[in-house]
């Protein structure tokens, strides 16, 4: 299941660098995509940045695991810090813990994904907006800093929805076959909604255990959307809800070209993750064609200095980065699932239907604190 994740993002990205070199590329010569497996540990991540490095891989992508981008992020910052004048950057299309744009934000790493934060912000407001996020709210969450971080919003969110946590739960990370015993809990607390930031496995598990126990409770999630889901939940995933950054009925006749660009080229309609790593790297595209090169090659600094102010139109809206902390201010959009959704998901004849569109302005969460940006002269 995390390799199906690392796949997503993979398409998302292929699709926006071939659009880039449909164009011309960057000075005159088309953008070369090299891929490393990080066999999805971070010391397997760190072994193939440096294999990357020793390539002449300038600019970074990486997708799932907050565990593994933690571990880029620092990386990426030891070996800036060491070259001089061979820096890299990091492109973080899916790693979406708080850290990263908070104590360890750093000038060579953008986010171009939400947050715990965002991600909570939105869902809270939009099932409440649809009255059906009730009273009382279970926080079940993968027990590593995307997941505490996703259990926090959740506990932050509460006065602004109006509900109190009755439980939280933080449980190993895709390691549990059986989450009855968790069910069982949920079920105890009278949860009338269960917010999780799990995903792959965890999320599935969680939700066909739900479904065997006759859980009541609707779940809000994050990563609903990701391949298999739906299918695998079946029926139980009716009247769930998700925040996500795309959704292709929410956003008109410019959503449909860009879902039908996206078919043509890759053979389906862009779902889970595939949008937002499409949309970030158009962003790096813009980037790039507006960076000159210096003699014939990449200022990587220069680069990351457009970069910070680069905004672009995506068709849910206007998408920018901030450049204090390097966190992409983008729209969310809330849906949830139903039988009456334009789109179908895993071939079943269940979809995601909008439910709100949050503008850039209103899925935003503050600039941390504790992120001191060291930039280069």
Known sequence: PQASTGQSFRSGVRYAIDKLNAGGGWNGQPVQLI??????????????LKAAIADGVQIVVQGASSAIGGQITEDVRKHNLRNPGKEIVYVNVGAEAMEL??????????????????????????????????????????????????????????????????????????????FSPYVSKIVASGAETVITGNWSND?????????????????????????????????????????HAFNPEAGGAESTRFVDDFKAKTGHVPVFVEPQAAFGLAMVAEALKA????????????????????????PMGEVSMRAADHQVLMPMVVSMVAKDAKYKADGTDMGFKPVKVFTAEEAAAPVQGNCKMQRPD
């Open 203 to 243: 999320l599935l598990l969680l939700m066909k255990a739900s479904k065997a126990a006759g859980l009541k409770a609707r779940f809000g999630t994050v990563f609903l959307d990701q391949p298999g889901n739906v299918a695998n939940a079946g029926d139980t995933a009716l009247g769930h809800f998700i925040a």
């Open 35 to 48: 891929e490393y497996d990080n066999q999805g540990g971070p010391a397997g991540a760190s072994d193939k």
């Open 291 to 314: 960076t000159k090169p210096q003699g014939d090659a990449l200022n990587v600094n220069a680069f990351a200095k457009v970069l910070e102010g680069t905004r672009i139109r995506t």
């Open 101 to 178: 744009t908070g104590e360890k934000c750093n000038f060579h790493h953008f986010r171009f994904t939400g947050n715990a934060q965002v991600r909570t912000k939105a869902l809270v407001a939009g099932m409440k907006q649809a009255g059906t996020l009730g009273s009382k709210v279970y926080a079940i969450n993968q027990n590593y800093s995307w997941g505490q971080d996703m259990e926090r919003a959740v506990v932050d969110n509460a006065a602004a929805g109006g509900y109190q946590v009755v439980e939280k739960t933080l449980h190993d990370t895709n390691k549990i076959q059986d």
